[in-house]
């Protein structure tokens, strides 16, 4: 469903409180809609914009060029709260392709991972060197799950080799399931 | 199968559950494929994953083991004298036309607006026995652990996961370690499983749950009703795990008898044998264990922005303990070292899937009857099924509220999550039974206090955070069902 993402070589933003739940990520009243596309424009509304609903122009997330700063660095526990997949999307959308914290929420996690959205955790140092230096270039590899920085600083992260498997490939995880229709219809008739 | 009987580990409830359902087996290349026996669906998650469906052309494998239902951006205000509903926006109704219409295209059993069965969405799931011991059940909301009271293992998906499940029947997922949290002691009178889980949270984190499966067990579990089982397991993914369960026993059993969905006589003793087998053995191993006596817990309530800064009510409010504790308190406006009674409430909200079953309705009742709500405080009381409203009146539990000032309505999310309009204002604090504190969560620049119905209820008439036990003369059942 997503092209495949080798590695991103980018500039990072950082947001550093910890525990960013979803509903800053894209509030609640958002989610009215019925299409993933044009989310971008509701993340983190209510941190960008003030109660008249203008564009506030004070947040590290506005006043940028997108293109060229494509990797969120957040505090820890981030994505945390409702399993809304509207949050990636939305992040994705508003033109990040790479979330990187010391600890990322699961569900916001499989959710982002499954958008193409790479979700990389990383140790407790690096992570703080991060938040601390914003508009770093960061060069993620996917392939050999490595983060490397200008200056020679190299981190390694995990990342679920199926997931890891899929980012590399461009492989839609349903594809995978369905080619195990067979193992599903044995499973049903031995149950039923 | 054989390597099953003859082992001689003790396996975990959760391994039992977990071993169930394995189509294929998870590899280091490849996560398991997990079997879903109830896939539970509801407007807000689902749009996308049906036309995820109909862009690759595929047919829903299971419509039977599907079942949608209207809550999230439902008014709960009655229809119009013209019979419409005043939806928050078009795009809210255009979000519940669109689920009937996938439901109607695909054969999926809709509990739709009409319907008596309609509620939210882990609240019916129960009620109507579709939860069942040893099943496993997944939903488009992180609140489906509510489901694992009764011994099934329940979790909440992404909406790409839903496609999966609509489209297979099946999902990916890794085994996540496992976390027994053993309540000892009993509860003290007004003290109630709300209670049990923000103590829970304040102890381990939000975040202390994150990569776990949760079993609650201990004899303060045991002794707790269905519902408030369902409240303990709902709030576990605010500790960050996406499972929690408890072992099914008796009360279990009792509750589900009868209901629409729930094994029929002919099959009931069979279930019943089955069922039985779903405990942890004894010696079962678990990747974390933590114990917590609530013998001399106190009604809990919130007071900063993530569900962890939960303190005794009857404490002072704690000093932030770190950077984002300390924003949160500024958002909050809730210095250190006050004693909660001294913060004024604008707002209470008494519903959501964590605190709006017939039990939650009556404990709030007990502390309203015969008293008034503060003047210049709104009340909301919002039950979470058709069912639960109809038990509700039954019991005039209604005019108990309406006569103490606070609003009666339809059944919904409504200000748990503030997208059918049900929302507070700028700046007010409300005292909230539902299971998020987040920033703007009931509103944009609401600030929010969780609590249980019971604290919800005080609060409303005092216009203050309030200790519900002053109000509580008898001594309160833990164990009626
Ligand atoms: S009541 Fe709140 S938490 Fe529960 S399903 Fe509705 S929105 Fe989600």
Same mark, same amino acid.
């Given at each position: 469903?997503?092209?495949?993402?080798?590695?991103?070589?980018?500039?990072?933003?950082?947001?550093?409180?910890?525990?960013?739940?979803?509903?800053?990520?894209?509030?609640?009243?958002?989610?009215?809609?019925?299409?993933?596309?044009?989310?971008?424009?509701?993340?983190?509304?209510?941190?960008?914009?003030?109660?008249?609903?203008?564009?506030?122009?004070?947040?590290?997330?506005?006043?940028?060029?997108?293109?060229?700063?494509?990797?969120?660095?957040?505090?820890?526990?981030?994505?945390?709260?409702?399993?809304?997949?509207?949050?990636?999307?939305?992040?994705?959308?508003?033109?990040?392709?790479?979330?990187?914290?010391?600890?990322?929420?699961?569900?916001?996690?499989?959710?982002?991972?499954?958008?193409?959205?790479?979700?990389?955790?990383?140790?407790?140092?690096?992570?703080?060197?991060?938040?601390?230096?914003?508009?770093?270039?960061?060069?993620?590899?996917?392939?050999?799950?490595?983060?490397?920085?200008?200056?020679?600083?190299?981190?390694?992260?995990?990342?679920?080799?199926?997931?890891?498997?899929?980012?590399?490939?461009?492989?839609?995880?349903?594809?995978?399931?369905?080619?195990?229709?067979?193992?599903?219809?044995?499973?049903?008739?031995?149950?039923? | 199968m054989t390597s099953e009987s003859n082992s001689v580990s003790p396996r975990s409830l959760f391994d039992k559950l977990w071993e169930r359902h394995v189509v294929a087996e998870e590899t280091r290349e490849t996560p398991a494929v997990l079997y879903i026996?109830?896939?539970?669906?509801?407007?807000?998650? !689902?749009?996308?994953?049906?036309?995820?469906?109909?862009?690759?052309?595929?047919?829903?494998?299971?419509?039977?083991?599907?079942?949608?239902?209207?809550?999230?951006?439902?008014?709960?205000?009655?229809?119009?004298?013209?019979?419409?509903?005043?939806?928050?926006?078009?795009?809210?109704?255009?979000?519940?036309?669109?689920?009937?219409?996938?439901?109607?295209?695909?054969?999926?059993?809709?509990?739709?607006?009409?319907?008596?069965? $309609?509620?939210?969405?882990?609240?019916?799931?129960?009620?109507?026995?579709?939860?069942?011991?040893?099943?496993?059940?997944?939903?488009?909301?992180?609140?489906?652990?509510?489901?694992?009271?009764?011994?099934?293992?329940?979790?909440?998906?992404?909406?790409?996961?839903?496609?999966?499940?609509?489209?297979?029947?099946?999902?990916?997922?890794?085994?996540?370690?496992?976390?027994?949290?053993?309540?000892?002691?009993?509860?003290?009178?007004?003290?109630?499983?709300?209670?049990?889980?923000?103590?829970?949270?304040?102890?381990?984190?939000?975040?202390?749950?994150?990569?776990?499966?949760?079993?609650?067990?201990?004899?303060?579990?045991?002794?707790?009703?269905?519902?408030?089982?369902?409240?303990?397991?709902?709030?576990?993914?605010?500790?960050?795990?996406?499972?929690?369960?408890?072992?099914?026993?008796?009360?279990?059993?009792?509750?589900?008898?009868?209901?629409?969905?729930?094994?029929?006589?002919?099959?009931?003793?069979?279930?019943?044998?089955?069922?039985?087998?779903?405990?942890?053995?004894?010696?079962?191993?678990?990747? $974390?264990?933590?114990?917590?006596?609530?013998?001399?817990?106190?009604?809990?309530?919130?007071?900063?922005? !993530?569900?962890?800064?939960?303190?005794?009510?009857?404490?002072?409010?704690?000093?932030?303990?770190?950077?984002?504790?300390?924003?949160?308190?500024?958002?909050?406006?809730?210095?250190?070292?006050?004693?909660?009674?001294?913060?004024?409430?604008?707002?209470?909200?008494?519903?959501?899937?964590?605190?709006?079953?017939?039990?939650?309705?009556?404990?709030?009742?007990?502390?309203?009857?015969?008293?008034?709500?503060?003047?210049?405080?709104?009340?909301?009381?919002?039950?979470?099924?058709?069912?639960?409203?109809?038990?509700?009146?039954?019991?005039?539990?209604?005019?108990?509220?309406?006569?103490?000032?606070?609003?009666?309505?339809?059944?919904?999310?409504?200000?748990?999550?503030?997208?059918?309009?049900?929302?507070?204002?700028?700046?007010?604090?409300?005292? !909230?039974?539902?299971?998020?504190?987040?920033?703007?969560?009931?509103?944009?620049?609401?600030?929010?206090?969780?609590?249980?119905?019971?604290?919800?209820?005080?609060?409303?008439?005092?216009?203050?955070?309030?200790?519900?036990?002053?109000?509580?003369?008898?001594?309160?059942?833990?164990? !009626?069902?």
């Amino acid at each position: 469903m997503f092209n495949p993402t080798r590695s991103i070589v980018s500039r990072t933003i950082a947001l550093p409180p910890e525990n960013i739940d979803t509903d800053q990520i894209i509030p609640a009243r958002f989610l009215t809609t019925t299409s993933r596309e044009g989310l971008g424009k509701s993340a983190f509304f209510d941190w960008r914009y003030n109660a008249e609903g203008r564009l506030r122009n004070d947040s590290p997330l506005d006043g940028f060029n997108p293109d060229e700063f494509q990797i969120l660095v957040a505090g820890a526990n981030f994505g945390c709260g409702s399993s809304r997949e509207h949050a990636p999307w939305a992040l994705a959308d508003f033109g990040f392709r790479a979330v990187i914290s010391s600890q990322i929420a699961d569900i916001f996690k499989s959710n982002a991972l499954k958008n193409g959205l790479l979700a990389v955790e990383v140790d407790p140092k690096t992570h703080r060197r991060l938040l601390q230096s914003p508009g770093e270039t960061v060069v993620i590899d996917v392939e050999s799950q490595t983060l490397a920085l200008d200056d020679g600083w190299q981190a390694v992260f995990e990342l679920e080799p199926f997931a890891r498997h899929c980012l590399l490939n461009g492989v839609d995880p349903l594809g995978h399931l369905l080619a195990q229709s067979a193992d599903i219809s044995a499973f049903e008739a031995r149950r039923a | 199968m054989t390597s099953e009987s003859n082992s001689v580990s003790p396996r975990s409830l959760f391994d039992k559950l977990w071993e169930r359902h394995v189509v294929a087996e998870e590899t280091r290349e490849t996560p398991a494929v997990l079997y879903i026996d109830l896939h539970l669906i509801h407007e807000v998650t !689902s749009p996308q994953a049906f036309a995820a469906l109909d862009e690759r052309k595929l047919e829903m494998r299971r419509p039977d083991l599907t079942i949608a239902t209207l809550d999230h951006s439902t008014p709960t205000l009655p229809p119009k004298p013209d019979g419409s509903l005043d939806y928050a926006t078009a795009e809210a109704a255009a979000q519940v036309e669109k689920l009937i219409l996938n439901c109607e295209r695909h054969g999926v059993q809709l509990l739709g607006l009409d319907d008596p069965r $309609r509620g939210i969405v882990h609240v019916i799931g129960p009620e109507l026995g579709l939860t069942q011991p040893g099943k496993t059940i997944v939903c488009g909301d992180s609140h489906t652990s509510t489901h694992g009271a009764f011994g099934a293992l329940a979790f909440g998906i992404g909406t790409t996961e839903v496609g999966h499940v609509l489209a297979t029947q099946c999902i990916l997922q890794r085994k996540p370690k496992s976390m027994r949290v053993v309540f000892d002691g009993a509860l003290p009178r007004g003290v109630t499983a709300k209670d049990m889980a923000l103590a829970m949270i304040a102890e381990i984190g939000a975040d202390g749950g994150r990569g776990f499966a949760i079993e609650f067990a201990g004899p303060a579990v045991e002794a707790l009703s269905m519902e408030g089982r369902m409240t303990l397991c709902n709030m576990s993914i605010e500790a960050g795990a996406r499972f929690g369960m408890i072992a099914p026993d008796e009360m279990t059993f009792k509750w589900l008898h009868g209901r629409e969905f729930a094994p029929g006589e002919d099959r009931w003793q069979a279930a019943l044998a089955d069922w039985r087998t779903l405990q942890s053995d004894p010696g079962s191993d678990f990747d $974390r264990e933590i114990r917590i006596d609530v013998s001399s817990l106190s009604p809990m309530v919130t007071y900063g922005v !993530s569900p962890d800064a939960a303190a005794p009510i009857d404490a002072l409010t704690p000093a932030p303990r770190s950077d984002a504790e300390e924003r949160g308190a500024d958002y909050m406006e809730i210095a250190a070292g006050k004693a909660f009674s001294d913060i004024a409430v604008n707002r209470v909200f008494i519903g959501s899937c964590t605190n709006s079953r017939l039990s939650d309705l009556r404990a709030a009742a007990e502390v309203m009857r015969g008293r008034k709500v503060k003047a210049g405080v709104t009340a909301l009381v919002v039950p979470g099924s058709e069912a639960v409203k109809r038990a509700a009146e039954a019991e005039n539990l209604d005019k108990v509220f309406l006569a103490a000032g606070a609003e009666w309505r339809e059944p919904g999310c409504s200000m748990c999550i503030a997208m059918n309009g049900d929302k507070g204002a700028p700046g007010e604090l409300v005292v !909230s039974t539902s299971n998020r504190n987040f920033i703007g969560r009931q509103g944009k620049g609401v600030r929010t206090v969780l609590a249980s119905p019971a604290t919800a209820a005080a609060s409303a008439i005092e216009g203050r955070i309030a200790d519900p036990r002053k109000y509580l003369e008898a001594v309160m059942e833990t164990a !009626s069902v």
